[in-house]
T-cell receptor
Framework: AQKVTQAQTEISVVEKEDVTLDCVYE???????LFWYKQPPSGELVFLIR??????QNEISGRYSWNFQKSTSSFNFTITASQVVDSAVYFC????????????FGKGITLSVRP | DAGVIQSPRHEVTEMGQEVTLRCKPI?????LFWYRQTMMRGLELLIY????????DSGMPEDRFSAKMPNASFSTLKIQPSEPRDSAVYFC??????????????FGAGTRLSVL
């Protein structure tokens, strides 16, 4: 069985602060994929990043960075110098590679960035 | 390029009525997914298709729910009869599944359904 836990439910920061969104996962698959999606107030789900289980390199994209640690089964997401436009719900998701494996989402973290 | 297109964006209906949600996947994608999002249960996979064939419908809540994919560019999710507890946001997503590597699911904007 797969499980994704996003223990933080709501985070509020002031603009320009750094913020880290935590994601912990469980899977029995040796090969699996991790994702982050953003859901802004308009409601759509926007893909941010995919990481496979063999690639533990951290990734940086502009103000966004991701820290994948297999030893702790975590895939955390950091926003540096947050902006009001970062306000959204952020979902971490996991997909294994077994037959009929599904994309399993965490409950999401609501991030509010105040001016 | 056009993304996944869902219609309608909003649907308000009365209990007992039939509701049909529509989805056009990204051109060239061969896998299509229907999800439901509620506050209580989060995002749940209802059903998915590979090459227009339903592969796993174990997430479909009841017989009142049905989904079809008559061709590679169109899918419907039907609820008949609808009930207030069906109120949710329904998302469609698509991807190009090759069997070799996990591909990214791209989501539509969703249909917000309210059953009164």
């Amino acid at each position: 069985a797969q499980k994704v836990t996003q223990a933080q439910t709501e985070i509020s920061v002031v603009e320009k602060e750094d913020v880290t969104l935590d994601c912990v996962y469980e899977t029995r698959d040796t090969t699996y994929y991790l994702f982050w999606y953003k859901q802004p107030p308009s409601g759509e789900l926007v893909f941010l990043i995919r990481r496979n289980s063999f690639d533990e390199q951290n990734e940086i994209s502009g103000r966004y960075s991701w820290n994948f640690q297999k030893s702790t089964s975590s895939f955390n997401f950091t926003i540096t110098a947050s902006q009001v436009v970062d306000s959204a719900v952020y979902f971490c998701a996991l997909r294994g590679t077994g037959a009929n494996s599904k994309l399993t989402f965490g409950k999401g973290i609501t991030l509010s960035v105040r001016p | 390029d056009a993304g996944v297109i869902q219609s309608p964006r909003h649907e308000v209906t009365e209990m007992g009525q039939e509701v049909t949600l529509r989805c056009k996947p990204i051109s060239g994608h061969n896998s299509l997914f229907w999800y439901r999002q509620t506050m209580m249960r989060g995002l749940e996979l209802l059903i998915y298709f590979n090459n227009n064939v339903p592969i796993d419908d174990s997430g479909m809540p009841e017989d009142r729910f049905s989904a079809k994919m008559p061709n590679a560019s169109f899918s419907t999710l039907k609820i008949q009869p609808s009930e207030p507890r069906d109120s949710a946001v329904y998302f469609c997503a698509s991807t190009l599944w090759t069997g070799l590597e996990e591909n990214i699911q791209y989501f539509g904007a969703g249909t917000r359904l309210s059953v009164l």
